[in-house]
């Protein structure tokens, strides 16, 4: 099936995207058919719907567990160092005027007039989905999410839902890697890393927010998507851990 740069805006404004949105994509290009224009294309239509009043924002880190790269003495160059999150997300941070965050294990990408101040102050971060990251902005700027093709197994911002409310999920060995700014100039950054190998099932919180309204579920081209409200998201699930903080860990698909 073909789908045309039309066909996305539709069914982005079908599920509830609007101009002006803070928006970060979790997203499979493949999962929405033949795309005329592929990665470009899609961003194009992104864009386009948020306006010139909206940012768009996606994971940009480097592949790996980030327990191992931190433990290997990994450095993260924000100019040169490649995301590992897909396609979508390289020819993202690629563009003029995409920005990226100062962070060697979660480095999040945005374009818009927001994006300064969500990414400011990453490298400030010893939990990099944890307080005054741009995961926890989101959640304040009444953002949303959209997983188009993916599940939330991809929900990044889940791990700021554990990480604030008392999920154990975090390593105790403090690592000191490096990221180089846009400069060229060389920051450490003290991290505290997730636990490795620690599984999760990401899918039972969709019940709930589908419950609270929380989430809308529609299709757009062939993929399934599913745009996420982000801070009632956080509050919904942050009770539940608060109730277990093993509410989400527990054997299945998706090992961090």
């Known amino acids: ?37 592929g990665a470009d294309m899609l961003i194009d239509a992104l864009l386009e719907t948020l306006g010139a009043d909206g940012t768009l924002m996606m994971p940009s ?16 160059d924000i100019r040169n160092t490649p ?16 920005l990226r965050s100062l962070n060697p294990t979660h480095c999040t990408a945005a374009c818009g007039p927001l994006a300064e101040k969500i990414l400011e102050g990453h490298e400030r971060c ?12 989101l959640m304040e700027m009444n953002g ?12 990044t911002s889940l791990h700021f839902v554990e990480n604030v409310n008392g999920a154990p999920t975090i390593c105790r060995k403090e690592y000191l890697p490096v990221v180089i700014d846009a ?13 490795p190998g620690l599984p999760r099932n990401y899918l039972k919180v969709e019940p709930l927010l589908m419950e ?10 062939m993929a399934d998507a ?9 509050s919904i699930i942050g009770g539940e851990i608060r109730k277990n903080p093993l509410f989400l860990i527990e054997p299945f698909i998706f090992p961090e």
Do not use: W
């Open 1 to 37: 099936m073909k789908v045309a740069k039309s066909d996305i805006i539709e069914g982005l404004r079908k599920i509830g995207v609007k101009s002006g949105d803070i928006l970060l994509l979790h997203g499979s290009l493949k999962s929405l058919g033949q795309v005329e224009g």
């Open 61 to 76: 880190f480097q592949s790996g567990s980030e327990f191992y790269l931190l433990d290997r003495g990994c450095c993260f």
């Open 144 to 155: 949303k999410i959209l997983l188009l093709g993916v599940t939330h197994g991809s929900n």
């Open 183 to 195: 400069n060229g100039v060389e920051i450490t950054v003290p991290t505290f890393p997730h636990m």
């Open 212 to 221: 609270a309204g929380a989430q809308v579920n529609a299709e757009i081209g």
């Open 83 to 98: 995301s590992g999150c897909g396609i979508i997300t390289e020819t993202f941070r690629k563009r003029p005027g995409v």
């Open 226 to 234: 599913k745009l996420i409200q982000a801070g009632p998201m956080a």
């Open 126 to 137: 010893k939990l990099s989905v944890g307080f005054g990251s741009p995961y926890h902005k």
